[in-house]
T-cell receptor
Framework: AQSVTQLDSQVPVFEEAPVELRCNYS??????LFWYVQYPNQGLQLLLK??????LVKGINGFEAEFNKSQTSFHLRKPSVHISDTAEYFC??????????????FGTGTRLQVTL | SQTIHQWPATLVQPVGSPLSLECTVE??????LYWYRQAAGRGLQLLFY??????ISSEVPQNLSASRPQDRQFILSSKKLLLSDSGFYLC???????????FGQGTRLTVV
């Protein structure tokens, strides 16, 4: 079984400051990793994904994440946030071996609050 | 291009009433389809997934059921709603061998 832990339920940050949202996972097999963003009362939008290859993954809206296998982490970063980045961010994993690699296990989410 | 439609956007239902939420996908064939629920203060939980017409897998025991009467139609139902069924329900689809899931706009269900 897989699980995802997002250590911070809320992260307040000032505009133009850097931010890191933490994600750790637990799995007995190799995994695919994802970050999704959810704006209020909307569905989820994929920010980025790690399937294989380079451990540094770049996504949309200036976000990037680094896969660290030894620490089982996939932290999301942005060097300078904007007010419009205020949203809920979800880390997710899937098992590529079960044939439905988009069957996702989500973390509980991190609310990023950007203020002036 | 592919699009996913989910309705209604919001719904308030009394305890004990039936439920039917509908999701349709356009622009693709034979998608995998998913229903997720996001309860207040919690993450998203996979409820059901389907790899084809009439094929439904349930991930968690619950008061809900799902059906796939057509290739691109996925329905979430309940015969009698409970207060604990309140939440934000999201439909999603993916291509069979693809890793990325695409989500609908969600339905906020409040059971009163």
């Amino acid at each position: 079984a897989q699980s995802v832990t997002q250590l911070d339920s809320q992260v307040p940050v000032f505009e133009e400051a850097p931010v890191e949202l933490r994600c750790n996972y637990s799995s007995s097999v190799s995994v695919y990793l994802f970050w999704y963003v959810q704006y209020p009362n909307q569905g989820l939008q994929l920010l980025l994904k790690y399937l294989s290859g380079s451990t540094l993954v770049k996504g949309i809206n200036g976000f990037e994440a680094e896969f660290n296998k030894s620490q089982t982490s996939f932290h999301l970063r942005k060097p300078s946030v904007h007010i419009s980045d205020t949203a809920e961010y979800f880390c997710a994993v899937s098992d590529p071996s079960i044939g439905t690699a988009s069957k996702l296990t989500f973390g509980t989410g991190t609310r990023l609050q950007v203020t002036l | 291009s592919q699009t996913i439609h989910q309705w209604p956007a919001t719904l308030v239902q009394p305890v004990g009433s039936p439920l039917s939420l509908e999701c349709t996908v356009e622009g693709t064939s034979n998608p995998n389809l998913y229903w997720y629920r996001q309860a207040a203060g919690r993450g998203l939980q996979l409820l059901f997934y389907s790899v084809g017409i009439g094929q439904i897998s349930s991930e968690v025991p619950q008061n809900l059921s799902a059906s796939r009467p057509q290739d691109r139609q996925f329905i979430l139902s309940s015969k009698k709603l409970l207060l604990s069924d309140s939440g934000f329900y999201l439909c999603a689809w993916s291509m069979r061998m693809n890793t990325e899931a695409f989500f609908g706009q969600g339905t906020r269900l409040t059971v009163v």
